[in-house]
T-cell receptor, first 113, second 114 residues
Framework: GQQLNQSPQSMFIQEGEDVSMNCTSSSIFNTWLWYKQDPGEGPVLLIALYKAGELTSNGRLTAQFGITRKDSFLNISASIPSDVGIYFCAGPDYGGSQGNLIFGKGTKLSVKP | NAGVTQTPKFRILKIGQSMTLQCTQDMNHNYMYWYRQDPGMGLKLIYYSVGAGITDKGEVPNGYNVSRSTTEDFPLRLELAAPSQTSVYFC?????????????FGSGTRLTVV
């Protein structure tokens, strides 16, 4: 099956700073999804991307579908304490799991007030 | 609008005991999934179902069983609990199997096997 590699694994930032994280794969994806998991909760869908080069925003969050279709990026502008959590990228695994979603290992974000 | 509901939220099991993790959804989704989450390892698919009466193995099915007798319910069964099954378990459902519109997750069951 395919694998998704997320970086960085963790980030410690000051409130107000901008954040960038990415997700890469050795295989092509037709859909990229970004989820956020708050402590003690299940992941919640933030942004979905369906087309190479697509740039989509959700409030202070902006995600991009890479031109090569093998990567995606998530940016958070002017971070606030409630941005704390784990951010996962995900995509349909057509190779080994009949299109079920596979997930990266996540980027853990900590924000200092 | 409940979405995906999981029970219990926490459970401690002794090695060799069995239990069922409950999952129910009220969105009339055909597709349902069980994932486990270990620290720093992301989410791994255990089992999935494309509709009532149909289930299939995911990436890490050993030690687990599932059933899908109704559209709404998708319980996960651990028959002989082992310490390696200590994890957080998430149930999810979706309108489309191929993740096109994402999955809706429950809030998880944190299981410790001692």
């Amino acid at each position: 099956g395919q694998q998704l590699n997320q970086s960085p694994q963790s980030m410690f930032i000051q409130e107000g700073e901008d954040v960038s994280m990415n997700c890469t794969s050795s295989s092509i994806f037709n859909t990229w999804l970004w989820y956020k998991q708050d402590p003690g909760e299940g992941p919640v869908l933030l942004i979905a991307l369906y087309k190479a080069g697509e740039l989509t925003s959700n409030g202070r969050l902006t995600a991009q579908f890479g031109i090569t279709r093998k990567d995606s990026f998530l940016n958070i502008s002017a971070s606030i304490p409630s941005d704390v959590g784990i951010y996962f990228c995900a995509g349909p695994d057509y190779g080994g799991s009949q299109g079920n979603l596979i997930f990266g290992k996540g980027t853990k974000l900590s924000v200092k007030p | 609008n409940a979405g995906v509901t999981q029970t219990p939220k926490f459970r401690i099991l002794k090695i060799g005991q069995s239990m069922t993790l409950q999952c129910t959804q009220d969105m009339n989704h055909n597709y349902m999934y069980w994932y486990r989450q270990d620290p720093g390892m992301g989410l791994k698919l255990i089992y999935y179902s494309v509709g009532a009466g149909i289930t299939d193995k995911g990436e890490v099915p050993n030690g687990y069983n599932v059933s899908r007798s109704t559209t709404e319910d998708f319980p996960l069964r651990l028959e002989l609990a082992a310490p390696s099954q200590t994890s957080v378990y998430f149930c999810a459902s979706s309108y489309a199997q191929q993740g096109t519109y994402g999955y809706t997750f429950g809030s998880g069951t944190r299981l410790t096997v001692v």
